[in-house]
């Protein structure tokens, strides 16, 4: 089976750092990527992981670790337009992109 | 603004009708892969087109049946409906040979009564 689990909500002040985790089981593995979607939005395209390490885009830094299945979503100098719902999503070996549940990430002024 | 683009918008159909959904893949994408999404839950995968056949389908019962065209665009079509089909169906389009990022429609938010 596939499965992705991760928190199913996250509370954070403006301007503080929060880390979203994701750990994962899949039929085979290429990448895990996350995704950002505001309630009534689509989901947009945040960053992609293959190989074990940091991957940084500005404010956004995702992690993997192939070896223990897990990866992080961390956001720095939260806004108040960063409330929306992260999802993890593993790109597996038939070359689909299956999702997680989402995290609905929370920001306190 | 992703490039793809699904109509309509919303839908009210009523249980046991059927329904199609439309979506326009991003220019020179090959790949669509539609999902259904409930409220508070994550994208679930129902099937993926690539150049015009099916190659890969989620869990989901043959009365969802979808269609590629030679354009890439590509539609969703759903049988004898069922209430708990009420959702926000979601459109992607990759590039393929690799789908490392999935640019999504605004999808089209059907109610099922």
């Known amino acids: 089976g596939q499965s992705l689990e991760q928190p199913s909500e996250v509370t954070a002040v403006e301007g503080a750092i929060v880390q979203i985790n994701c750990t994962y089981q899949?039929?085979?593995?290429?990448?895990l990527s996350w995704y950002q979607q505001h309630d009534g939005g689509a989901p947009t395209f945040l960053s992609y992981?293959?190989?074990?390490g940091l991957e940084e885009t500005g404010r956004f830094s995702s992690f993997l670790s192939r070896s223990d299945s897990y990866g992080y979503l961390l956001l720095q100098e939260l806004q108040m337009k960063d409330s929306a719902s992260y999802f993890c999503?593993?790109?597996?070996?038939?070359?689909?992109?299956?999702f997680g549940k989402g995290t609905r990430l929370h920001i306190l002024p | 603004e992703t490039g793809v683009t699904q109509s309509p918008t919303h839908l009210i159909k009523t249980r046991g009708q059927q329904v199609t959904l439309r979506c326009s893949s991003q220019?020179?994408?090959?790949?669509v892969s539609w999902y259904q999404q409930a409220l508070g839950q994550g994208p679930q995968f129902i099937f993926q087109?690539?150049?015009?056949?099916?190659?890969g389908r989620g869990n989901f019962p043959p009365r969802f049946s979808g269609l590629q065209f030679p354009n890439y665009s590509s539609e969703l079509n759903v049988n004898a409906l069922e209430l708990d089909d009420s959702a926000l169906y979601l459109c992607?389009?990759?590039?393929?040979?690799?789908?490392?990022?999935?640019?999504f429609g605004q999808g089209t938010r059907l109610t099922v009564v």
């Open positions: 992607a389009s990759t590039p393929g040979g690799g789908n490392t990022e999935a640019f």
């Open positions: 899949t039929s085979g593995f290429y990448g």
């Open positions: 992981n293959a190989l074990d």
């Open positions: 999503a593993v790109r597996n070996r038939d070359d689909k992109i299956i």
């Open positions: 220019s020179g994408h090959n790949t």
């Open positions: 087109y690539y150049r015009e056949e099916e190659n």
